[in-house]
């Protein structure tokens, strides 16, 4: 399985981002999606996680401001950003695989990893 993040790029406070990852090859390995991020200097986290019945799960910093969603066919999943603050800024990595998000976490696969840089 591959996974290809795209979107991340450099936003101002308070705008908006829309990050997006594609999965190819043994997609039917994969119900389950999330996205962490990793802060220099510190470890990686939660940002949001959608499961394969569609259930969501999001860190309580990024409640009411990121929206986790997936295309209809599962394969790419979607992280829509806004409100986005300075300690938003990461690097954000796409994870895929199945069972629960601590699952996938352990033995799913990543993506490569895009930037996100919240500045003014």
């Known amino acids: 399985v591959q996974l290809v993040e795209s979107g991340g790029g450099l936003a101002q406070p308070g705008g908006s981002l829309r990050l997006s990852c594609a999965a190819s090859?043994?997609?039917?390995?994969?119900?389950?999606m999330a996205w962490y991020r990793q802060a220099p200097g510190n470890q990686r986290e939660l940002v949001a996680g959608?499961?394969?019945?569609?259930?969501?799960e999001y860190a309580d910093s990024v409640k009411g401001r990121f929206t986790i969603s997936r295309d209809n066919v599962k394969t790419t999943v979607y992280l829509q950003m806004n409100s986005l603050k300075p300690e938003d800024t990461a690097v954000y990595y796409c994870?895929?695989?199945?069972?629960?998000?601590?699952?996938?976490?352990?033995?799913?696969?990543w993506g490569q990893g895009t930037q996100v840089t919240v500045s003014s």
């Open positions: 959608i499961l394969s019945g569609g259930s969501t």
């Open positions: 994870n895929a695989g199945a069972g629960n998000i601590p699952s996938m976490r352990l033995y799913g696969y």
């Open positions: 090859g043994r997609i039917l390995s994969i119900d389950s």
